[in-house]
């Protein structure tokens, strides 16, 4: 059993920053890919960020040059800094991973910024 747990989420002022964590657990052999999506409510999930194994990045426009992904391989631990956040930011942030191959999610991060 895998599981993913995100962290960091919370209520930030317009043009604040917030540091989410996701952190997997369990039987893991390797992790080929973490990320994050987004979800507000009435709209469909949307992409953020992706990390490989290797350090690759992959961003949405949305969130380029505002966003940053990051992991820490050794602690199977992704992060997500976000700076300059407004309005549009606010939703439940989720973790994302493809580990051997099967895909897994977190259960999500609420983040409210607040105007």
């Known amino acids: 059993q895998v599981q993913l747990v995100e962290s960091g989420g919370g209520l930030v002022p317009t043009g604040g920053s917030l540091r989410l964590s996701c952190t997997a657990s369990?039987?893991?052999?390797?992790?080929?890919?973490m990320g994050w999506y987004r979800q507000a409510p009435g709209k469909q999930r949307e992409f953020l960020a992706t990390?490989?194994?290797?350090?690759?990045?992959s961003y949405a426009d949305s969130v380029k040059g505002r966003f940053t992904i990051s992991r820490d391989n050794a602690k199977n631990t992704v992060y997500l800094e976000m700076n300059k956040l407004n309005a549009e930011d606010t939703a439940d942030y989720l973790c994302?991973?493809?580990?051997?191959?099967?895909?897994?999610w977190g259960q999500g991060t609420q983040v409210t910024v607040s105007s």
């Open positions: 994302y991973a493809i580990i051997t191959r099967l895909n897994y």
């Open positions: 369990g039987t893991i052999s390797h992790i080929n890919l």
């Open positions: 990390v490989t194994s290797g350090g690759g990045t």
